[in-house]
């Protein structure tokens, strides 16, 4: 039985729908039924969504703030009374994405990159589009870049490009 099956004969989706975070169901239920998923994970992500949605709300917050810092709350509090389900987190963040799609809670703010961060990803990129290195050794190149920026010119891009000559430390 798929998820469009479901919908038409579940007791909870009908609940939910009808409830006070309707319009939150039925985006979430549509989600899960054009993915494809089947019965038993729509009705454990629809389960999953009802005890998030009430225990956010009776936290006193407005269900369209809903963020993954709430989610990460909720499940380490779902975690003390029940085990948690290998599932759960992918679940709610497809509740996340699908109600940011539609435009019912906030997007997620960027997240600021450092001066050293940013110059790490413009070396990575060219070490992969340019010279063609396999990802593990990006990753690699990465960690040992980023190493490097924070001992030789801890005060940033400017402290990098005023630097003539490194330590004999970091010459071949």
Known sequence: ?????YLQRSTLYRKLIHGSYGEFARIYAARLSNEGFGRQCTWRSLSLFRELMDWHVGNG???HDLS???VDRFLEHRSKHWSLDSGDRSALRRLLSSLRQEGLIPAVPPIERTEHEQIVDVFAA???????LAASTVESHKLLSHRFLQEVCSAGAEGFAG???FPRTFCC
Not at 126 to 132: D, F, I, K
């Open 1 to 5: 039985m798929n998820a469009s099956d």
């Open 61 to 63: 917050h407005d269900p």
């Open 68 to 70: 993954e810092v709430h």
């Open 126 to 132: 060219y070490l992969t589009n340019e010279r063609g």
């Open 163 to 165: 630097k003539r000559e």
